[in-house]
């Protein structure tokens, strides 16, 4: 039996479809891979993968974090936090974290909570999406809220967003469309930071506009309007599409699954433990891209100098070195094996993490309230085609009596 060339492409139908049978074999033939067409290097082993995402003096964020910006040539102007390294990234992201204290996200309960009984109230249980309906709707809402984004404009920002990623199979670069969707929304978002700062009031970017921040040089200053623009494009997207996706995962894997659903029905407060098991087995983000900064051998490969590197945080949460039985879905697996990289990991790991799991549980709880018994039409799942993202474009529904 001839055993097909190993190739990774993230840019593939092959790799919107499902990658994990190729990070398997990436794994075991592959750690450190060399992607000859695109000119990158990408390690899957949990150990790599969460080594490297802790290492910025060689695998440095600061031209970006996807493969068309890690690649480019041309400078970078304002950088996002997303895009920053230490000490700059330290003092932006102490900044950030005073938004999302414990207590401000517990504080976020009750909004969560109405959003996701008005958008699943909604639906008809003889048959609804459950993407369409209902997972893409209500995350957009609570974080463009605590953003300060206006009701009527709430939902365009996930329009944007989700033509913002998009990428056609074989497309590496930003479509024309998507260039236009991130130039709409940055306007957007640098429109209400200006009238935030004429007439603040009591949301995030208004908080942004009065925050000092300490530079490079010790010297405290405020953010510039494109600065705060520029973040809260960052996390509008981050807090939209990970919920969004990791519900619909949920719902997909839980069909697959039913032994696992009724795991859930028998026992509630398993829901934390199901949101964490989703993110391990189908991380709604599969990889980040670093360059590295000088050259780095690895299981006997050299990495050079200026070259991407893609971080596979989706290859690593399935690692048999890290996790017993990782194939397996299993809502009671001992979290303490290895660490869930499905938020990052390192100075990079997700900023609202802990409102992601809030949100996620919530949404679990509320589902299982809703369609105890329910089935999947598999016929009308389509995926989602997105640059880093994994995830269901659809999810047709019908709850069962």
Not at 27 to 51: C, G, I, K, Q, T
Not at 68 to 91: Q, T, Y
Request: hydrophobic letters at 40%; one cysteine or more.
């Amino acid at each position: 039996m001839t055993v097909a060339e190993l190739e990774f492409d993230p840019f593939s139908e092959d790799f919107f479809n499902g990658p994990y049978e190729t990070y398997r074999r990436m794994r075991e033939e592959a750690p450190v891979y060399y992607s000859e067409r695109y000119d990158f290097y990408a390690l899957s082993r949990h150990v790599d993968v969460a080594a490297a995402y802790k290492n910025f003096e060689t695998y440095s964020s600061a031209r970006g974090v996807d493969l068309a910006a890690v690649r480019s040539e041309e400078p970078m102007g304002h950088k996002s936090i997303i895009m920053m390294d230490p000490p700059e990234h330290r003092h932006m992201r102490g900044l950030v974290n005073k938004v999302f204290t414990p207590r401000a996200i517990e504080a976020m309960r009750p909004l969560v909570t109405g959003l996701i009984d008005r958008y699943l109230g909604a639906t008809d249980p003889a048959g609804f999406d459950v993407v369409q309906d209902f997972s893409a709707l209500f995350p957009v809402e609570v974080i463009t809220t605590m953003l300060g984004v206006p009701e009527e404009d709430r939902q365009q920002i996930r329009l944007w967003l989700d033509e913002f990623l998009h990428r056609e199979p074989g497309e590496v670069e930003m479509s024309e469309a998507g260039f236009q969707a991130a130039t709409q929304m940055a306007i957007a978002y640098y429109q209400l930071v200006k009238e935030r700062r004429a007439a603040p009031r009591e949301d995030m970017i208004s908080a942004l506009v009065a925050a000092r921040v300490e530079r490079e040089n010790g010297e405290l200053t405020a953010l510039d309007n494109i600065e705060i623009a520029q973040f809260a494009v960052l996390l509008g997207g981050a807090g939209a599409e990970t919920v969004t996706k990791l519900v619909a995962n949920a719902v997909v894997l839980f069909a697959r699954h039913p032994e696992q659903w009724q795991k859930l029905l028998d026992d509630r407060s398993r829901v934390p433990a199901a949101v964490e098991e989703v993110l391990r087995y189908e991380s709604p983000n599969q990889y980040n891209v670093r360059c590295s900064r000088e050259d780095v051998t690895l299981h006997g490969v050299t990495i050079p100098a200026g070259k991407p590197v893609f971080l596979l945080l989706g290859s690593a949460n399935r690692d048999p070195d890290a996790w017993t039985k990782p194939e397996v879905f299993d809502i009671d697996r001992d979290r303490a094996e290895a660490q869930n990289l499905g938020f990052g990991y390192g100075i990079h790991s997700c900023l609202g993490a802990a409102l992601a799991r809030m949100e996620s549980s919530v949404a679990l709880q509320k589902l299982l309230d809703y369609m105890p018994r329910y089935e999947v039409d598999w016929a009308g799942c389509s995926r989602v085609n997105m640059q880093n993202v994994a995830g269901w474009n659809n999810v047709p529904v019908r709850v069962l009596p």
